[in-house]
């Protein structure tokens, strides 16, 4: 009886298959019989689909001075299908290609997809483009699409701003908006502002007859989307200063960062060798890449945040300032450059001893501040060595190294304060002590920073306290006006401590190493470094921030393989601070020397 | 001999001839697809046509050694054959190769494999066999649960191989079990769902949840007003809500990109033509343009031109729109209803509830297929990846559905006899 029942159940089901059979059919006839939006009016005419590429956005300095543009290009795209008889030797000659290379495009292109549009020859010059455009009806198949390439009006700048090339396979997997043939920035602001910079593609449909030729859009523009522009980004560098501090640089392998301390804004930003940033756009990029990356002096390397560095003596402020924060050193503090005290390390430099913070500051004593450290990790009275040395780095730390600052440049080295478990793994657990680590105290040994992180340190210095997270972009869009805000970090030491540190700075500038190297008017306060390099000659190290009341402009300068900071990188930062402050030079006998000088 | 004879005799040759109609149709069409100048023998094998032949020809021979076999071989083993499925399930997830972003496939030199085709068959096999058995009574728990198992686990295993349209197909098995007695409720509490699901990705679930629980304070007036029915009202309102609110979850945190702009596209939230959009905006175009006549074989443009990938598998419906027309589709829609009522017909007849619940197995999973299919190039359905069978190029997907098909086929012809 059930399964009678159960039975009539197959009419329901029959039922509901006619019913979606039937909408089926309604739905198709609606498709096919009733709109007519989706015919083809004219006879057989073939939809031609072209991506609208967007122009990137612009790229300003602070003073919206004009650092990257954009130059008008003409890819040659080829629809297999469409292509038919024509004088192929003709078309040849004006594309300047064998008959050879022809056939091979269009076997490339064919395999590809025969109704699909492939790229047939890229970036062809305006020249070229000319000659084409009048004739491109004779070879059915065969259109232009518009591209733009990067173009950079002085050529400064290139490893901030990074470069633009095709997407790969691997980016076409992982992010449907990018197409084969697509630009994508690959470094630098390029590539961590791609989203903003790069703007979004539209597509048009064109209906295109049987001589090659657009007749107008398909469902007057229905299924077109408009390209929007990418939006023009405005630096925070000051690119003169960039131009001068790069001039200042050539011949030389290092790094200039220069911050303002308020804001954290990085006025220059720069690693030497650079290249010109247009070696490496369109046709030419793959060639001069490859010659770049083989260069022995690596210009491609960007040193000012990827270059690790121990930062020697501008790091003994770092130390005093956890001195004092921890009491166990103060103004009165007076430690002697001979005898049992400062064993093993000892004074090569001639001045008054016993001498106090300021005096140790400006003669960079190295005794002074192995007695320091030495106080820090056995009595700053947080418990054990281990846990001195913990809070040791936890301060030096809060000052923004030994770690990635975060940036909004991609690729940032975090360069290096080793843990207490990396000592471990090195001596063993117990097994080290003030003794062993005592290259820290000097800033050698084990710690490493970038020059980014240094200039941040002068930053810190010139803030009394804390720092903004160094950025370069300070705006989006069509306004100069900062609508970027970053953090603000503050150091987990006292401001009055750091009062005492900057006047030994001072002190370095006006009796000190850096007393030669006034820069015109200005109140700089400084420190020389000199960084163990075991591969070479050493590393010459200045950091500085001016002016001393006010400060406006942070500074670090690294120059690899010159021996004393106050050779190469001090002159140079000196004159850095005098141009970014008295907009020019008057030191034109230092300013000479510097630019002329080769240390590789 | 004399048994030869019986086997003929008794083969239900309107299910083989519209087998047949559908195959050559689809592969016509695949020849129109793909049509390409330089290859242009339908025979030729570096092209998908050219294959498409070879699975045919493999097919049909698929389907005799199946009309050759003992029938009871399929209700003896169908547990086994099950069994092995889920095998290859596993052992694809743990081996397999993945292809366009699911691990479906086995790859044996150019040869590939997709183990979720072949897993329909046998889990009809296992219903039926489940409902073959002694004490089936569909109002106790064990006969309704147990079917749910036989359909979860190849379903699970499927999606995990990130293949969603092929885990949704065991959804079709609902059918069954109508059949077999389930509540019509159920069907219809089904629809509901469905209905809540959409609509709260449509509107929000906000909106939705407002909606209910109006209607559910306006059903409040009509019921009798007693403690158990304001309770069960309530319990009802509270599940309602819960549920809309996992799919809005379900939907922000389990689904990819991409499916959630395809749902979006669909709902009609998002207009991407580039996109997600793109693929059911040209299958459109492509249909549209075909008219009412069509604009004649090979005379395609638009489905050879735009969308390539799936223009001779999942949209392979936008060939037959365009070049045979509203006359073309509406032959295939009628071939597939027919085969559909045919099947379940068919399957009234057998005497023994195997050859029964295995026909309406093959019905369910046949129409899930046509309708998801046909109903995604034409813009009704999201646009779910699954084959139109018999249709669709592709080896394992035409020799799954002949199987499928074929066994039925098979047992039809014993459908006096009770196995
Ligand atoms: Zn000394």
New binding site residues.
């Given amino acids: 009886m059930a399964s009678k029942t159960l039975a009539s159940r197959r009419q329901s089901l029959i039922a509901i298959f006619l019913v979606v059979g039937f909408v089926f059919i309604i739905r198709l006839f609606y498709l096919q019989v009733i709109d007519e939006s989706y015919k083809n009016s004219a006879q057989n005419n073939v939809l031609r689909y072209v991506t609208q590429y967007p122009a990137r956005g612009l790229i300003y300095d602070r003073n919206g001075q004009l650092l990257v543009y954009n130059e008008a290009v003409y890819d040659l795209m080829v629809m297999p299908s469409q292509v038919t008889q024509m004088d192929t030797a003709e078309f040849c000659r004006l594309l300047d290609i064998s008959l050879e290379g022809f056939r091979e495009r269009l076997k490339k292109a064919k395999e590809y997809s025969r109704f699909k549009p492939s790229m047939f020859e890229k970036q062809l010059s305006k020249e070229t483009y000319g000659f084409l455009e009048e004739k491109l009806y004779r070879y059915p198949g065969f259109y232009v699409q518009p591209r733009t390439l990067r173009k950079y009006p002085k050529p400064i700048a290139s490893h901030l701003l990074g470069y633009v090339g095709e997407v790969n396979q691997q980016i076409i997997d992982k992010n449907p908006y990018y197409k084969s043939g697509d630009y994508i920035g690959i470094s630098g602001i390029e590539k961590s502002y791609e989203e903003l910079l790069r703007g979004i593609k539209g597509i048009k449909v064109r209906m295109v007859d049987v001589h090659n030729r657009e007749v107008g859009s398909y469902q007057d523009g229905l299924l077109d989307t408009i390209a929007v522009m990418g939006k023009d980004l405005y630096l925070t560098i000051d690119a003169e200063l960039q131009e001068y501090g790069e001039l200042l640089m050539q011949g030389k392998m290092g790094s200039v960062v220069a911050i303002e301390p308020s804001t954290g804004e990085i006025l220059a930003f720069l690693s030497s060798p650079g290249y010109d940033p247009n070696l490496l756009v369109g046709r030419v990029r793959g060639k001069n890449f490859k010659f770049l990356s083989e260069d022995p002096v690596k210009p491609l390397l960007n040193r000012a945040m990827m270059g690790q560095y121990p930062p020697g003596s501008t790091f003994k402020m770092v130390n005093d300032l956890v001195g004092l924060e921890e009491g166990v050193l103060n103004t009165k503090t007076r430690y002697s450059?001979q005898g049992t005290g400062s064993s093993p390390i000892r004074?090569t430099?001639s001045?008054q001893?016993p001498?106090d913070v300021y005096v140790a500051i400006e003669?960079s004593?190295?005794?002074?501040h192995w007695n320091v450290y030495r106080s820090i990790l056995s009595s700053s009275g947080h418990g054990s060595l281990r846990e001195n040395y913990n809070n040791w780095r936890r301060h030096v730390m809060s000052m923004g190294f030994g770690k990635k600052l975060g940036t909004d440049l991609g690729n940032e080295l975090s360069g290096s304060i080793p843990s207490a478990e990396k000592y471990d793994a090195i001596y063993g657990k117990g097994r080290w002590n003030a003794m062993t680590v005592r290259s820290l105290s000097i800033g050698q040994g084990e710690i490493l920073a970038t020059p980014l992180q240094i200039a941040n340190s002068a930053a810190v210095m010139a803030n009394r306290g804390f720092y903004y997270v160094p950025h370069v972009v300070r705006a989006s869009g069509d306004s100069l006006i900062r609508s970027i805000n970053y953090e603000k970090v503050t150091s987990t030491i006292k401001p009055q401590h750091y009062e005492v540190v900057v006047e030994g700075m001072r002190q370095v500038a006006t009796m000190g190493t850096a007393r030669w190297y006034q820069p015109e008017g200005i109140s700089m306060c400084g420190k020389t470094g000199t960084a163990e390099n075991p591969h070479g000659d050493d590393h010459s190290l200045f950091m500085a921030f001016a002016p001393a009341e006010k400060p406006v402009i942070a500074i670090a300068v690294v120059v690899e393989n010159s021996g004393f900071g106050s050779t190469w990188a001090l002159p140079i930062a000196s004159l850095m601070i005098e141009k970014y402050i008295n907009r020019e030079v008057k030191r034109k006998d230092v300013e000479e020397r510097m630019i002329n000088g080769k240390t590789y | 001999m004399r048994d030869r004879k019986e086997i003929s005799g008794n083969i239900d040759w309107t299910l083989v001839f519209l087998y047949l109609a559908l195959v050559i149709i689809g592969w016509i069409n695949i020849y129109g697809a793909v049509y390409n100048e330089d290859h242009s023998s339908i025979l030729d094998i570096s092209q998908s046509y050219g294959r498409q032949l070879i699975w045919i020809v493999t097919s049909l021979f698929i389907g005799l050694v199946i009309i050759l076999t003992d029938a009871r071989f399929f209700s003896t083993f169908a547990y086994l054959i099950y069994g092995s499925t889920l095998l290859l399930l596993v052992g694809v997830l743990l081996f397999g190769n993945t292809v366009s972003g699911s691990k479906s496939w086995f790859h044996i030199g150019s040869f590939g494999l997709q183990p979720a085709e072949f897993a329909k068959f046998a889990t009809a096999l296992a219903m039926a066999k489940f409902f073959s058995s002694q004490h089936i009574n569909i109002k106790e728990f064990r006969t309704r649960f147990i079917p749910l198992i036989i359909l979860g686990v190849p379903a699970v295993l499927i999606l995990l191989q990130n293949d969603t349209g092929s885990a949704l197909v065991y959804s079709a098995f609902v059918l069954v079990l109508y059949r077999m007695g389930l509540s019509g409720n159920y069907l219809l509490f089904g629809v509901f769902v469905a209905v809540l699901a959409i609509s709260t990705l449509m509107v929000g679930q906000y909106y939705v949840m407002g909606f209910v629980g109006a209607l559910a304070i306006v059903l409040l007036f009509f019921i009798k007003r007693n403690r158990s029915n304001i309770l069960n009202l309530a319990g009802l309102l509270l599940l309602a809500l819960g549920f809309i609110f996992s799919v809005e979850y379900a939907f922000d945190h389990f689904l990819g990109d991409h499916q959630k702009t395809r749902i979006n596209v669909l709902l009609g939230k998002e207009l991407d033509l580039k996109g997600a959009g793109y693929n059911v905006n040209q299958s459109k175009i492509a249909i549209g343009s075909g008219g009412f006549l069509g604009k004649g074989f090979l005379q395609g443009t638009q489905t050879k031109y735009n969308f390539v990938p799936e223009q001779s598998t999942d949209f392979i419906f936008c060939t037959v729109g365009e070049e045979w027309g509203f006359i073309g589709t509406t032959v295939v829609i009628v071939l597939f209803i027919l085969l559909l009522a045919r099947i379940i017909n068919v399957a009234e007849r057998q005497r023994s509830p195997f050859g029964l619940v295995y026909g309406y197995g093959v019905a369910s999973v046949l129409f899930f297929h046509f309708t998801i299919n046909i109903g995604m190039t034409i813009g009704l359905v999201p646009v779910i990846g699954i084959p139109l069978p018999f249709f669709s190029y592709g080896g394992s997907s035409l020799w799954a559905f002949t199987i499928l098909l074929f066994i039925f086929i098979k047992l039809d012809t014993k459908r006096a006899s009770l196995l």
């Fill in positions: 450059c004074c430099h001045h001893s001498l003669q004593c190295n005794p002074f």
